[in-house]
């Protein structure tokens, strides 16, 4: 199934422990139906120290999300929503939401 999800999109999270979390979309694995999104599903990760005398630290990062967790944001009507794909006469295709129509 072709992801109807870009880099640079807003998203709601519909299921899990962010559920109602609302982000931005940092990259899509189309693949593996994946996506990572800023600031959810953050899982902490032990860093080692590279240099003598630093000490070691956790950060937290970003782990991916199915894509079947997430909605898209309507910029306009601001709600999570389906898209639409709309081909237009040229062949170029377009995304808009299927609530209020407005193509992003």
Same mark, same amino acid.
């Given at each position: 199934?072709?992801?109807? !999800?870009?880099?640079?999109? %807003? !998203?709601?999270?519909?299921?899990?422990?962010?559920?109602?979390?609302?982000?931005?979309?940092?990259? @899509?694995?189309?693949?593996?139906?994946?996506?990572?999104?800023?600031? !959810? %599903?953050?899982?902490?990760?032990h860093?080692?120290?590279?240099?003598?005398?630093?000490?070691?630290? &956790?950060?937290?990062?970003?782990?991916?999300?199915?894509?079947?967790?997430?909605? @898209?944001?309507?910029? %306009?009507?601001?709600?999570?929503?389906?898209?639409? &794909?709309? &081909?237009?006469? %040229?062949g170029?295709?377009?995304?808009?939401?299927?609530?209020?129509?407005?193509?992003?």
């Amino acid at each position: 199934m072709a992801a109807r !999800i870009k880099k640079g999109d %807003n !998203i709601k999270v519909l299921s899990g422990k962010d559920k109602g979390k609302e982000g931005k979309v940092l990259r @899509v694995y189309p693949k593996d139906e994946l996506l990572l999104v800023e600031g !959810i %599903n953050l899982k902490k990760r032990h860093r080692r120290p590279k240099k003598a005398g630093e000490k070691g630290s &956790i950060v937290q990062m970003p782990a991916p999300l199915p894509l079947s967790k997430v909605m @898209v944001r309507c910029p %306009n009507c601001q709600k999570a929503a389906r898209v639409r &794909i709309k &081909i237009m006469d %040229n062949g170029e295709k377009r995304r808009s939401c299927r609530k209020c129509e407005v193509e992003f």
